[in-house]
């Protein structure tokens, strides 16, 4: 387990990453209820599955996606288990297409009010319901609601400010309601914070996707820079 652990810190190398896997799955031979290493195979397989190429992504999610449901199996009562396979799901969405994958909504929804009803701060499945709301189809077709969005973005932030990602999740949620200069704030914010130590790969990632948004919000605002 402490060498999964060592070899998932290094997972900006993506062998690295997928030699963690081999070993969670060599320390759930020696113990098959091994909740922690189940939950952290999920999260080493979400990481490749946003680095793999597009033809290998679905794969490497389902695989997380497996090990996250043996992971509620094993330990129903924790959030771990339960985020990681609403993220799972949330992936392997984004991966098929959000009009593929209408069917998955409910279930991610449900997974993350099950993160909040053990951990309401939780600000991971505030940031998913978030996503979620923003990015699903309205009525009649799905459950997409901006408003919602806005709700669960913002507590995101509240309860974990200190993350990127969770500011960049709020404006892009801004930008859905042509809140523009909030947006622009929000991005110029998570640009310049300080990497969280343990999120240095994911705050790298986060900061592009935010610089790349900020690029549309100023082209709407007229701004060059």
């Known amino acids: 387990m402490k060498e999964a652990e060592s070899l998932y810190a290094d997972r900006e ?13 060599k320390a759930l031979e020696l113990d098959p209820n091994n909740y922690d290493a189940c939950w952290k195979a999920s999260m080493s397989c979400k990481w490749l599955g946003d ?22 199996e094993i330990n129903p ?20 297409g959000v009009l593929n994958s ?11 009010e099950k993160v ?50 969770n500011h960049v999740g709020l404006a892009e949620v801004y930008f859905d309601k042509d809140r523009y200069k909030e947006a622009r704030e929000e991005l110029l914010f998570a640009i ?9 790969p994911e705050g790298k990632d986060d900061k592009e996707k935010a610089r790349e948004l900020l690029k549309r919000v100023n082209e709407v605002l007229g701004i060059i820079e």
């Open 51 to 72: 680095k793999y190429p597009k033809g290998k992504r679905i794969k490497i999610l389902e695989k997380g996606e497996k090990f996250a449901r043996k992971a509620i």
């Open 116 to 165: 909040l009803k053990i951990d309401p701060e939780h600000d991971g499945a505030h940031f998913v319901l978030g996503s979620l709301y923003r990015q699903a189809p309205g009525w009649p077709l799905s459950c997409g609601d901006l408003n919602k969005a806005l709700h669960h973005a913002e507590l995101a932030v509240k309860y974990s400010p200190s993350t990127i990602l």
């Open 192 to 200: 310049e914070m300080p990497f969280e130590d343990d999120m240095i």
């Open 102 to 112: 209408l069917f998955m909504i409910g279930p991610i929804r449900d997974e993350m």
């Open 77 to 96: 009562d924790d959030v771990e288990g339960h985020f990681r396979l609403g993220v799972s799901m949330g992936r392997i969405g984004e991966e098929r």
């Open 13 to 25: 190398n993506v062998k690295s990453c997928e030699k963690s896997i081999e070993l969670y799955e």
